[in-house]
Nanobody, 124 residues
Framework: QVRLEESGGGSVQAGGSLRLSCAVS????????MGWFRQVPGKEREGLAI???????FSADSVKDRFNISRDNAENTLYLQMNSLKPEDTAMYYC??????????????????RGQGTQVTVSS
């Protein structure tokens, strides 16, 4: 059974940093792409960053200067380094994985697999 488990969330002051991790288990192949998205209650899910199996990455305009996605294939773990955090970054953050053709970062919330999420709270 495929499982994605996020960790690394927490509370931080504005300007601080967090690194989210997403550990993958139960899947021995390489996903064509993986990504991160976030959701605030009452708002639409927002795709943040995507990592393609060939190593190419893409980040949404809203976070591209502050967030960086990476992947450790040996550890089968996806990361999201978040710097210069702002109160508006407060959300539940999810990692997701696709087994199909990968399109843009805005499709990340619809990937076949996703974790349970990790909460990020940024105070001013």
């Amino acid at each position: 059974q495929v499982r994605l488990e996020e960790s690394g969330g927490g509370s931080v002051q504005a300007g601080g940093s967090l690194r989210l991790s997403c550990a993958v288990s139960g899947y021995t192949k390489t996903f064509p792409c993986m990504g991160w998205f976030r959701q605030v209650p009452g708002k639409e899910r927002e795709g943040l960053a995507i990592f393609y199996s060939g190593g190419r990455t893409f980040s949404a305009d809203s976070v591209k200067d502050r967030f960086n996605i990476s992947r450790d294939n040996a550890e089968n773990t996806l990361y999201l380094q978040m710097n210069s955090l702002k109160p508006e970054d407060t959300a539940m953050y999810y990692c997701a994985a696709s087994v199909l053709v990968c399109l843009g970062v805005d499709t990340v919330p619809g990937f076949a697999y996703r974790g349970q999420g990790t909460q990020v709270t940024v105070s001013s």
